[in-house]
């Protein structure tokens, strides 16, 4: 089965977005590579903010092949033919879409679809680049909600600062929790 990874970057004070949106504060490391990382997945997963800044970034990534999944009561179809769109079902479409044979989903950005999956319990893991600045307001990596129990699979120190963390989902907690 595919594993849906949230991935996100985030301020040492625990914000993914400054106060008005901005993500400048989001440096890079060379030592990354990126090219094996997106090779890990064919699907991208993201809510409607965090598509319509990807979608102006994307015009400088090379075409991989990737499914774009939104999620959004706002997006036309008809605008984004290229995409696939969700307005509702979502739990429900991203089940069966893990059971489906391919590579792993990378959920990106926000905390409200993540929380909402989360919830569901369709997140396996939860990957964090933590990096080193502090923004002391914007949008929070969560929004309110019940506690969820993480196992560290990974933790990596980079020369920048960033430290990248792994973490995968308790699955026996989840169950309990969804009971």
């Known amino acids: 089965m595919r594993r849906l990874r949230y991935g996100v970057a985030m301020s040492l004070d625990g ?29 991208l997963l993201m809510g409607r903010r965090t598509f319509e800044v990807a979608r102006v970034r994307a015009a ?11 999620v959004s009561r706002t997006l036309k179809p008809d605008e984004h033919p290229n995409i696939t769109l969700l307005s509702s079902g979502v739990a429900e479409a991203v089940a069966a879409l893990k059971a489906q044979p391919g590579k792993d989903i990378w959920l990106m950005g926000g905390g409200v679809l993540f929380c909402s999956l989360l919830d569901a319990g369709l997140v396996d893991t939860v990957e964090v ?19 969820q129990t993480l196992h560290l699979e990974e933790s990596k120190a980079l020369p920048s600062g960033i430290l ?12 309990v929790m969804r009971r």
């Open 129 to 147: 680049e933590v990096i080193p600045v502090l923004l002391r307001s914007g949008t929070p990596l969560l929004p309110e909600g019940r506690h």
């Open 60 to 70: 400088h990534w090379p075409d991989l092949g990737h499914r774009w999944i939104v």
């Open 15 to 43: 914000f993914i977005a400054g106060p008005d949106g901005e993500y400048d504060w989001i440096v890079s490391d060379p030592s990354i590579d990126f090219a094996a990382i997106w090779a890990q997945f064919d699907t």
């Open 164 to 175: 990248m963390l792994t973490y995968s989902v308790n699955e026996q907690v989840a169950q």
